[in-house]
């Protein structure tokens, strides 16, 4: 699955990634939904680290669709809640 990190490029990611995915993107949304900033830097750092340790990066000239779009490192928290779907950042 190929992941965008907005301002920084794409990742591609096995299926198998998505249950971690998953977990680091509950953090998130459980750091908006309580309104507690150090925990959303926390879960938005966490989460964007693992995308970066587990993707493979394509070339910057690549043009593959994105399954999901990540916000970029230094979103603000309402930026990230526009974001969210029903079931967060990673549908899964």
């Known amino acids: 699955m190929i992941v965008r990190i907005m ?4 990742l591609d990611l096995t ?9 680091f993107d509950s953090a998130l949304e459980g750091a908006i939904e309580s309104g ?7 879960a ?4 964007l680290a693992k995308v970066r340790e587990h ?18 490192a230094d ?4 930026e990230v809640r ?5 079931d967060g950042l990673i549908p899964g």
């Open 7 to 10: 301002g920084e490029g794409q």
């Open 15 to 23: 299926d198998a990634d998505l249950d971690l995915l998953n977990s």
């Open 36 to 42: 507690d900033e150090d925990a959303f830097r926390q």
């Open 44 to 47: 938005l750092h966490d989460l």
């Open 55 to 72: 993707g493979s990066p394509l070339a910057a000239d690549a043009l593959e669709p994105s399954q999901f779009i990540l916000p970029p």
């Open 75 to 78: 979103a603000t928290m309402e």
């Open 82 to 86: 526009d974001m969210l779907q029903d």
